[in-house]
């Protein structure tokens, strides 16, 4: 701001309700001075912090209350701007007044029923003035007089109690906070962690278990029972805390922590090798490379099959990966023999036909890599979060790659020599425009 680098909130990593006088005493003034005494609360608001939040920083707030969301409107991007007026409005709104909504309530009666509509009006807006999101109004209801009302119509309707909905990321982080696990700092990490190791997947922004995190969930919480206690964490931060407060050693809590720990490790590992063999099941198929029977396994991305003759014969497959191939027209680079299309856990791939080379490669999709000199083609891929992506066959060498479908076809405009299909249309990566 004017030349100068300028930080507008306070320290973003924490989730105290704290909150310095001189922060408030300045924030009264200024909603005093922008609006009037009336729209002021009328004492300051302090707020107290829960047992388990780290309250060695303020709440988060602005450093400047003055400076208000339209004045930085000209100076942050909307990513930015929409973060700081979140902050802003969340702050000053603590020190207004409360709104004041008067509520009307009807009652229709119908023989031995009564029916009820509620309907409702601001008197005073009060910190909606800042915020006028936060306060949701029932709507209204006409000047009615008793025995006016006249019976139109009548809708029955047959509803049925639906399920818990899966855990968004907001609401996961939600529930941690409200059972003291984590901190602000480390709720992102655990959920990236979550994901980095496959326990959960995202599906229309829903979090799902998949079947390792059941396994892995299972078997963790029959081993270290006292470790996944929900309540577990809460008293190991808390511990923390005593500890950075001086009220108790840190050799006290690690031996409290330890002793537990221990008897638990060695007691997994006691039963290990028999948790081992109850994963393990024996199938009706044949490897198909030396004719053993094939076992279903757990491993770190799911169920597998592997030979029982391991380690002498090493052949292994997804459980989930179709057993029916295609003979595409492609050749295995490493043997010359045919490529046989399949279906995996990641999608779509080539593999080999001679189970001995067990050489696999991406789909190509019939179109070569646009960049000058290169002799790669476009291949099908899938990112780690499994999203389809095409990429250039000779990558590191090439790392050409977009997201949309390629086309084979040359853009009419820039020349350019590949299309993509988008929802609305093909268009061209290069010039943007879209092609008829």
Sequence with gaps: ??????????YMRTDSVRIEP???????SFVEQKWSTRELSPKPRRYRASGGAQDAHEAIRPTDVRRTPEEMAGILDDRHLKLYSLVWKRFVATQMADAIVAETEVLVSSGELV????????VSRGFSLVDPAQLKIVGKIPEL?????????????????????????AA????????????????????ST???RTYVEAREKKLFPTEVGMVTADLLVKLFPHLFDVGFTATLEELLDLVASGKTSYKEAVKQLYTPLAASLEEAMRRLPEIKASMVKETAEKCPLCGKVLLEKMGKYGKFLACSGFPSCRY???????????VSDVKCAKCGKDMLLRNGRYGRYLACSDPACGHT??????????VPDCTGELVERRSRRGKVFYSCSRYPDCDYAMWNKPVARECPRCGFPLLEERKKGVFCPRCKKKID
Excluded: H, W
Excluded at 22 to 28: E, K, L, T, W, Y
Excluded at 115 to 122: D, I, S
Excluded at 316 to 326: F, G, L, Q
Excluded at 361 to 370: N, R, Y
């Design 1 to 10: 701001i004017n030349g100068e680098t300028t930080g507008l909130i306070t």
């Design 22 to 28: 001189a922060a408030i005493a300045d924030c009264r």
């Design 115 to 122: 029916f009820r509509a509620t309907g409702q009006k601001v």
């Design 145 to 169: 007089a008793e025995g006016v009302v006249e019976f139109l119509d009548v809708t029955a309707e047959q509803k049925f109690t639906k399920p818990l909905s899966r855990y968004s990321e």
């Design 172 to 191: 996961l982080v939600s529930e941690m906070k409200k059972k003291a696990i984590g901190r602000p700092s480390t709720y992102v990490s655990i959920i």
């Design 194 to 196: 979550l994901k980095k």
């Design 316 to 326: 292994t497959r997804p459980v989930n990966e179709d057993s029916s191939s295609t």
């Design 361 to 370: 490669q991406p789909v190509p999709v019939g179109v070569k890599c646009p």
